[in-house]
């Protein structure tokens, strides 16, 4: 593969190239489509015919979340072997390669804290607030080149969680004002298996958010299994949303409305770790989506206490390790 040449795909030139600052290169490919790497894991596919879809699949936000990275250089390979034909205009995003190459979360900063403008406000001697910026120049760039064909732009954000889940796979829509679940959004979600959706309730720094808010797009942060290092992820698994993926990029036909409704959540109380003496009670090993019921005490703070209210509610992300004053969970209710 000539463009990650001498090595094997773009995660292996991506680790390598993390330090480096490469020229951005370009190629056309047999059936007349280009591609350009853009940037260290970054390449935009343009095909030869006019698309009606800008679609952005990004990946290692978080380095050590191996299977959706895989997932994407798999597809990138079958891009530029000819294996997958591409209609929709795409940039696959491997977000930072510093982490992929430690193998770690992230490296300086989480960032997946760090979009819509939020790494201004942060040290920009930093390797991930520097790639969160050119990201999002990417990202704006590629959508502001769009053809007047193109009618729809979409981004899936692809991670997967430290934690087990009582519901293995599930999505995260970001919050724009107004706006509601379409339900050929939900068909597409029900091709890669996620039958669960958490609604943010209001606006956040991550990857998908910017796209949403800032861009326009139908965006998602996927959670679509557990962590492990490259090479031990059973890929069988993740086969939903390779197919989703796949059949994106070709422009195959696909349905405009689910077979059935995907269970929507929605954030009822983000926790907060409000001090060094902020007391969390619930235990390390809980899964995501664990239900809690009415009454129950999940968070201290002298004596601020968070209850569950009214009706049971299901914690996600719980993570007491974070900094003081970052998030440390959230609290959801089932939207009915
Ligand atoms: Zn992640």
């Known amino acids: 593969m000539l463009l990650f040449s001498p090595h094997k795909n773009i995660i292996g030139h991506s680790i390598v190239h993390a330090d480096r600052s490469i020229q951005a290169s370009h190629s056309t490919l047999m059936d007349g489509a280009e591609v350009a790497l853009l940037d260290c894991g970054v390449m935009r596919f343009e095909p030869n015919t006019a698309s009606k879809l800008s679609l952005v699949i990004s990946c290692g936000v978080h380095g050590n979340e191996t299977a959706p990275i895989e997932i994407v250089s798999q597809l990138v390979s079958d891009v530029l072997s000819g294996e997958l034909s591409g209609a929709a205009r795409v940039l696959f995003i491997l977000a930072n390669p510093w982490a992929i190459a430690a193998n770690k979360r992230f490296v300086d900063l989480n960032m997946n804290r760090l979009f819509c403008g939020q790494w201004q406000h942060e040290d920009l001697r930093l390797k991930e607030v520097k790639r969160a910026a050119k990201l999002e120049a990417y990202v704006a760039n590629f959508f502001a080149e769009e053809p007047v064909t193109v009618e729809q732009r979409l981004h899936y954000d692809c991670h997967t969680a430290i934690r087990a889940s009582a519901r293995e796979r599930f999505a995260v829509y970001p919050f724009v004002s107004g ?41 998602f942060t996927l959670e679509l299994g557990r962590v492990m290092p490259f090479g031990a992820n059973n890929l069988e698994r993740f086969s939903g949303i390779d197919v989703l993926l796949r059949s994106l990029i070709s422009g195959a036909d696909l349905p405009r409305s689910p077979t059935y409704d995907i269970e929507q959540f929605v954030v009822h109380h983000t926790l907060e770790k409000s001090s060094a003496s902020w007391e969390f009670f619930v235990p390390d090993n809980v899964p995501n989506f664990s239900e809690y019921p009415p009454g129950s005490l999940i968070s201290r703070d002298g004596s601020a206490e968070y209850l569950v209210g009214s009706e049971p509610e299901y914690i996600v992300f719980p993570n007491p390790k974070v900094r003081v004053g970052d998030r440390a969970g959230l609290m959801l209710r089932k939207l009915r």
């Open 179 to 219: 706006r509601v679940l379409p339900e050929q959004q939900q068909a597409f979600l029900e091709i890669a298996e996620i039958h669960t959706v958490l609604m943010q309730q209001q606006s956040a720094n991550t990857f998908s958010s910017f796209t949403a808010v800032k861009q326009d797009a139908e965006s």
